[in-house]
């Protein structure tokens, strides 16, 4: 039986994605924490479904993070900031790379073997800082840590479906998305898709570029629809549970064979590092998982000659990021 804990449990996507956590069976203590006190009132909330988990809410306050974490299995943070219109996930740096490094500090006291789901925006720069927080603390497993990128996954398969003209299929497309997680660093591999898509996608380029398109920027979609009212919550809640289902399943009920990109340190991994064509530390890849997490890494295998040059757009931009949430742990403040 597991524990979990959901940090940035008060928010839009940490309310409904602790109730979609009480759901699994396989849970035995769901810990809701937060800075703001209402964070109680969810977990009172959520506590009476009619499930096996223990639900309790912790506030920053009371030493919550502490309780929240103490030997927890698996931690989801989507704690911080979400955009508004106009702006990058990157103008979010400077809240939620302070929020990131002091919940992974945490975790790196309370339950340094935890699997660790991040959510909180920009991925492709705090998945590095908690990596460094980690590293600091000598408790970095790169099995363990994961940066949720299963938002992407779902919209390339809701997105295709649509744009293929049977959205009632979504479901049955699965489609590796690579990369990172904003804009152009997020790299569909539509020519993957199981099943396959049809030819008269791939032959109309217009089409085919549109469609990336709308799975590279699917968050700015929802960020100007809800016009300064935050963005994706829901359907991140659906996808992080979805991804967190899946690890519960292969981690702690034998489940084999269950393979789901996340952005992952790939830094020990010659065969990503070939087939990217750099040295990168962090990239998402296709990952089979397993009892210790991250077992394996699946290659990207092959791109059509359109996706090279996708990669070669997400490689102009995801180093950057990575970098600078290294620098911003390996930096001394000053
Ligand atoms: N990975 C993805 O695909 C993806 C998708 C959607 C949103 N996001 C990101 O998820 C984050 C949260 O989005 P949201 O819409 O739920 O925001 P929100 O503002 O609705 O909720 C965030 C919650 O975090 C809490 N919080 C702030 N500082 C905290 C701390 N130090 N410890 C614990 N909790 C803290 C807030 O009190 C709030 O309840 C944003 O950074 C957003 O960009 C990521
Ligand atoms: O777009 C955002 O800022 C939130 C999230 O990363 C998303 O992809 O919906």
Do not use: W
Request: charged share 20%.
């Amino acid at each position: 039986m597991v524990v979990a804990a959901v940090l940035g449990a008060a928010g839009g996507i940490g309310q409904p994605l602790s109730l979609l956590v009480k759901q699994n069976p396989a849970i035995k203590e769901l810990r809701l924490f937060d800075v703001v006190p209402v964070v109680k009132g969810v977990a009172a909330d959520v506590s009476h479904v009619d499930t096996p988990a223990i639900t309790t809410g912790y506030v920053k306050d009371e030493d919550g993070l502490k309780h929240a974490l103490k030997g927890a299995d698996i931690v989801i943070i989507p704690a911080g900031v979400p955009r508004k219109p106009g702006m990058t996930r990157d103008d979010l740096f400077n809240i939620n790379a302070g929020i990131v490094r002091d919940l992974a500090q945490g975790i790196a006291e309370n339950c340094p073997k935890a699997f660790v789901l991040i959510i909180s925006n920009p991925v492709n720069s705090t998945v590095p800082i908690a990596a460094e927080v980690f590293k600091a603390a000598g408790t970095f497993d790169p099995k363990r840590l994961f940066g949720v990128t299963t938002l992407d996954v779902v919209r390339a398969s809701t997105m295709s479906a649509q744009a293929i003209g049977k959205p009632n299929d979504a479901s049955q497309y699965t489609i590796p998305v690579v990369g990172g997680h904003s804009g152009v660093t997020i790299l569909p591999l539509l020519s993957q898709s199981k099943p396959a898509l049809p030819e008269s996608l791939f032959s109309d380029s217009e089409k085919l570029k549109a469609l990336v398109n709308r799975i590279q920027f699917g968050g700015d979609e929802v960020v100007q629809a809800k016009a300064g009212g935050g963005s994706a919550t829901l359907s991140m809640a659906y996808a992080g549970y979805k991804f967190a289902e899946q690890l519960i399943a292969a981690a702690f009920e034998g489940k084999k064979g269950v393979v789901a990109p996340s952005y992952v340190y790939v830094a020990d991994n010659k065969d990503v590092q070939k087939e990217i064509g750099q040295d990168l530390a962090f990239f998402s890849v296709p990952v089979e998982l397993g009892p210790n997490g991250a077992e394996k890494l699946h290659p990207l295998g092959q791109l059509s000659s359109y996706e090279k040059e996708l990669l070669q757009a997400c490689l102009g931009e995801l180093p950057g990021s990575i970098t600078k949430g290294v620098n911003f742990i390996q930096q001394p403040k000053l």
